[in-house]
């Protein structure tokens, strides 16, 4: 799997991203990074493409600072190691991660003429997925934490051609579980 030049300046915008694996990383060695310890936030599973592979949504705290997330990363997943998108997924997507403060990121994923946005943040001592979610009667739950996630394709004559939509399982500030839909917002042409 190649990493193109635009993969390395999306990289480069969070700090310590130097630091990380920029290759195919075996899951095993992603806590080997000096002073980091390394959290699996999310595995989002696909109804479409290679049924081995999800994407997987990491995050890295210092060892000394309980209270801090230093870097986050989206990127494939199978059951033995973690791999970037290559330039083919890249001229598709975007993804851009953007530090809210020391303990909250929001990464951005526009792709397909539509655009997600959720956080990453610390929920009971560990990193957690939060988002607006859209339930089935139209109601959006703000800030749902993720529990699970799957990536559902828009098919014609049952063929994938695009994303139709993210469906999660996720429990709001008062504890209740909820399934519904990642808030996501349709875009125009797509900027370059």
């Not at 997507?93 to 003429?113: H, N, S, T």
Request: hydrophobic share 45%.
């Amino acid at each position: 799997m190649g990493i193109s030049l635009s993969l390395l300046a999306l990289l480069a915008t969070a700090p310590l991203e130097h630091e990380l694996p920029l290759q195919v990383t075996p899951i095993a060695d992603l806590s080997a990074v000096a002073d980091m310890r390394h959290d699996e936030v999310l595995q989002v599973v696909r109804d479409f493409g290679r049924p081995e592979v999800n994407i997987a949504l990491d995050a890295w705290r210092p060892t000394d600072d309980d209270a801090r997330i230093d870097a986050v990363r989206v990127w494939w997943s199978d059951a033995v190691d973690r791999f970037p998108f290559n330039d083919r997924v890249l001229r598709h997507l975007v993804i851009d991660y953007r530090r809210i403060r020391a303990d909250r990121w929001r990464i951005r994923v526009e792709g397909d003429k539509k655009r997600f946005v959720f956080d990453v943040a610390l929920h009971d001592g560990e990193p957690a997925v939060f988002a607006d979610v859209a339930l089935g009667d139209g109601t959006i739950v703000r800030q749902c934490r993720a529990d699970s996630a799957q990536l559902l394709a828009q098919r014609f004559l049952g063929i994938p051609i695009g994303i139709d939509r993210m469906q999660v399982e996720c429990t709001d500030a008062r504890g209740v579980a909820h399934v519904g839909a990642l808030r996501m917002h349709a875009l125009g042409k797509r900027r370059r």
